[in-house]
């Protein structure tokens, strides 16, 4: 887990906006209106809030800068030395002090003019102590700018630091430069290093993560080192030396065996023996790269002395020296051939010696009293092999012989031989011929010395056609055959008596249609097609007559339920009695009789508190009352939702708080 995030250190603003920002603050936040005729304590009160008030917030924006910036003796020794390297120690603890220094100041220069506001005697002396008193918090203020400035820088920088966790397992590569170490971390981690064909690609470190065994392990790339004094060393390089001296990890120290590299074998062993103190207590590998372009049997014997050299020294880092394997190991980014076999050792041995340094502790003493591994002794010679029983041995030989009988699918058949895009399928496979050994055959174009579309009718289009006719004239014979009778053989009087049948059949079909129909799909008979009187009232009551019940309310229903003619206006009587409306003139114009009419039937409306049957009231009071209450409890959710975001808004683009009161016409920059 990392314990550093500098990623969450807030942004140190200019000096410049530093005091626009506490300014603006202290006018928004305090009041600001002061008049002459007020007491002169009251006067005192308001200029000393705001000098307290600007004080307040100095004092937290630079508290907020000096406790988010790390101290360098508080945190890990790796990111102490790494801050060091980067931007001088020295540097960076005379920026905070200075920041640290602006805030003692401002809290005297606040402290002594309160005091001095306490035996203001005006107005105008009040205000002149509190714009002097802003003002010399401002000049302090200014007077850090560089400082400000200067942590800024540094804290954008160490934003981009890689993370990584000093405390969890490490693998750490370094070598000369361009030997292949950024290309061996992009082989077996998800990191993206750039790489180039030339020296100090690399200029900081680089994490990535891999998995082995189930655990996470973090690779660091270093940038390439020089086989020059510690003095002479670039920043560049000495991020290589601070991780390699505070890191607990395995090394991969990097060597060029082909010399592409630039520097021959002789300068890589120099830097070897330069830096091997920075390998005590962590496990070493030595790894020759670009084997494809030179092989560690072809070397000299001189270099392949100087090899097995630095192997000897690496395997004083083993715990058990007796066991070279995963000491040197060769191999080729380029082709990949032996990548994973260096991921592996490299991760394995970490893994020994990080369980052996545990297993040292005192820690694993309270372990091991808590727990007990039982290894069970064999009772005698006899060989007890395991039991399978016989079920499932036969079931898997069924298994098999399936697997090998079963069919294989297109699906299958293109899986095999190279997927889609690649296999394509023969379609040929499945004809139905006399002969198998036809399915391959090509389709000639010339047969016996003559062409085979000779052998295609031109004409077939339209011989098509003429079948297609002579079909459906064919199917209109049929539909016109399904009659048993054919009118053509009867005579006059018969085909009268063959219309009538017809007829009657038709309507017994419409009959039983209706029958089966209910009540609520059965079709109303318009009076224009009953013309033979057939649905009539009377017609009903005399069938229900005949079957003995009473047919008058089934009547009156039907009547009710009927459309009458269009309902006629008749003459409003208003008040006055039946006998004016009859002495009416016949001629008066139908507009006026119109204006003076009302309908027979009028929707009546009712009053809210009238008690509807259905309605759960026992009586209008109650009724009332349960409106008054509902009307109440909702007067509180209308009011919060007069405005919601679906309502169209048009937003101030002048609020007042910012606009009204705060300052007259004029330019900032005088404060």
């Known amino acids: 887990m990392v314990q550093y995030n500098f990623k969450k250190i807030t942004v140190v603003p200019t000096r410049n906006d530093f005091i626009d920002i506490i300014l603006s603050r202290t006018q928004r936040q305090t009041p600001t209106v002061v008049h002459k005729g007020y007491s002169i304590s009251r006067i005192r009160q308001f200029y000393m809030r705001k000098v307290k008030y600007t004080q307040q917030n100095f004092h937290e924006k630079l508290s907020t800068i000096i406790e988010e910036f790390p ?35 401002i809290g005297k220069i606040a402290k002594d003019y309160v005091k001095l506001l306490k035996y203001g ?43 990584i966790d000093p405390n969890t397992r490490t693998v750490l590569i370094c070598g000369c430069p361009n030997v292949g170490k950024s290309s061996f971390i992009n082989k077996i981690t998800r990191a993206d ?10 200029k900081s470190l680089f994490v990535g993560h891999t998995d082995y065994k189930y655990l996470r392990y973090q690779v660091i790339d270093t940038p390439g080192i020089l086989d020059r004094p ?18 607990r990890a395995a090394v991969l120290f990097f060597l060029d065996i082909s010399g592409s590299c630039g520097y021959s074998i002789v300068e890589q062993a120099a830097l070897f023996q330069s830096i091997k103190s920075l390998f005590m207590n962590k496990p070493l590998i030595i790894v020759c790269n670009k084997t494809d372009l030179q092989p560690l049997d072809g070397l000299s014997e001189e270099d392949m002395k100087l090899v097995m050299d630095m192997k000897t020294e690496a395997m004083k880092t083993l715990i058990d020296p007796t066991n070279d394997v995963g000491v040197l190991l060769t191999m080729s980014t380029l082709t990949d051939e032996g990548v994973i076999a260096v991921k592996n050792a490299a991760c394995e041995r ?24 039982a290894m069970p002794k064999p009772r005698d010679q006899k060989e007890r092999p ?66 085979v579309y000779d052998f295609v009718d031109p004409d077939i289009l339209q011989r098509l056609e003429e079948l297609e006719r002579e079909e459906g004239l064919r199917q209109d014979e049929e539909e016109n055959e399904n009659f048993d009778v054919g009118g053509e053989e009867l005579t006059p009087g018969e085909q009268e008596a063959l219309v009538e049948i017809r007829k009657k059949k038709s309507l017994l079909i419409q009959q039983h249609r ?33 079957l003995g019940l009473d047919p008058t309310m089934a009547i009156d229903r039907a009547r009710s339920r009927s459309r009458g003619r269009k309902r006629e206006r008749f003459v409003d009587r208003g008040d006055n009695d039946g006998h004016d409306a009859m002495d009416m003139d016949v001629d008066q114009p139908k507009k006026k009789l119109r204006m003076m009419s009302r309908p027979l039937s009028r929707s009546r409306s009712r009053p809210p508190s009238e008690v509807v049957p259905g309605d759960g009231f026992k009586d209008s009071a109650q009724k009332v009352k349960a409106l008054k209450l509902a009307k109440k409890s909702v007067k509180k959710r209308n009011k919060d939702a007069r405005r919601g975001e679906a309502d169209r808004v048009i937003p101030s683009l002048k609020p007042k708080h910012l606009f009204s009161g705060k300052r007259s016409i004029g330019k900032t920059s005088r404060r």
């Open 514 to 546: 209706i029958k089966k129909s209910t009540a609520e799909s059965r079709p109303t008979v318009p009076r224009k097609f009953d013309k033979d009187k057939k649905f009539t009232s009377g017609r009903m009551g005399r069938q229900l007559s005949a």
């Open 71 to 105: 101290r360098l003796d508080d945190i890990h020794p790796f990111y102490g030395d790494l801050l060091h390297v980067l931007y001088n120690k020295d540097h960076y603890k005379l920026a905070l002090g200075q920041i640290n220094t602006a805030r003692n100041l």
């Open 121 to 163: 005697d005006s107005l105008y002396r009040c205000k002149s102590l509190k714009v002097a008193a802003l003002g010399r918090m401002c000049t302090v203020i200014k007077r850090v700018g560089p400082s400000l400035a200067y942590l800024e820088q540094i804290r954008q920088h160490m934003a981009r630091l890689p993370s």
């Open 230 to 247: 510690f003095e002479d060393r670039n920043i560049i390089e000495m991020c290589s030396i601070t991780a390699l001296a505070h890191l």
């Open 350 to 373: 970490l893994l020994n010696q990080r369980v052996e340094q545990k297993m040292k502790s005192k820690k694993i003493n309270d372990c091991l009293n808590r727990f007990h591994v």
């Open 386 to 451: 395991p039991c399978i029983p016989q079920a499932v041995l036969e079931a898997k030989a069924r298994k098999e012989v399936e697997k090998e009988n079963n069919r294989k699918l297109e699906r299958d058949l293109e899986n095999d031989n190279g997927g889609a895009g690649v296999y394509s399928a023969n379609l040929r496979k499945h004809y139905i011929l006399a002969n198998e050994e036809w399915k391959e055959d090509v389709l000639p174009e010339i047969l016996d010395g003559h062409n």
């Open 193 to 202: 290093v750039d790489v180039q064909p030339y020296a100090f690609t690399t």
